[in-house]
């Protein structure tokens, strides 16, 4: 079994948003464990599709039975759980440049291994200026991304974006434990593999043209 839990952070108030824990397997599941014990600071303020079934204090406790989900052909079984959170995040990213200035976009920032900025969707005709660490672009439904991986810790991108409105951007990395809202224990007899990501969204930059 899998289980993959994304991290949703308000970089500009370094806040958690939410989280989403995801278990998945080849084979059907039924009452497995899910155990997510808060840390202090942090606090659910609402959760999808339901409430845990025991809560012990700062723990909880939900009993995960599978739903079947068809992937290009393949069925796969799978069961989530969705937080939405509030609380200080303590990370190790820092953002020294996100900003726009007419056409122009410029990220600047550093933080671990690993940490990766996605920009977009781009309109067609924007271009790319300049680039700290190794970018590559993903286009999708007439748009474009440009994704831009760290070196040595470092990453920075400079745009013109011409004369598009709203643009969007995040940053995404494979965060310690002890960077996690909670710890988390899924009790089951198979064998688990565990996936964190942590994604860091940038406030919007909006251009009216004035």
Known sequence: ??????????????????????????????????????????AVTSCW????????????VWIASSYPR??????????????????????????????RSGRLI???????????ALIGPLAPGYSILRVRGRASTCPLQ?????????????????????????LTGQLMYRPGLEELPFTLEVEDPKPLEYEYELVLRLADLLWTGA
């Open 1 to 42: 079994m899998k289980v993959k839990v994304v991290i949703e952070v308000d970089e500009a108030a370094r806040e958690y948003k939410s989280s989403v824990i995801y278990l998945t397997s080849l084979s059907p599941f039924s009452s497995v464990k899910v155990y997510v014990e808060l840390r202090p600071y942090v």
């Open 49 to 60: 599709p339901k409430w845990p079934d025991l809560i012990e204090g700062r723990r909880a």
């Open 70 to 99: 068809d992937f290009g052909g393949r069925r796969l079984y799978s069961y989530g759980i969705r937080l939405e959170l509030r609380g200080k995040a303590r990370l190790p990213v820092l953002v020294r440049k996100w900003r």
């Open 106 to 116: 410029e990220l600047e920032a550093e933080g671990p291994e690993g940490l990766e």
């Open 142 to 166: 007439g748009c474009a991304y440009v994704i831009v991986r760290e070196e040595e810790g470092l990453l920075g991108l400079a745009l013109d974006v011409g004369s598009q409105g709203l």
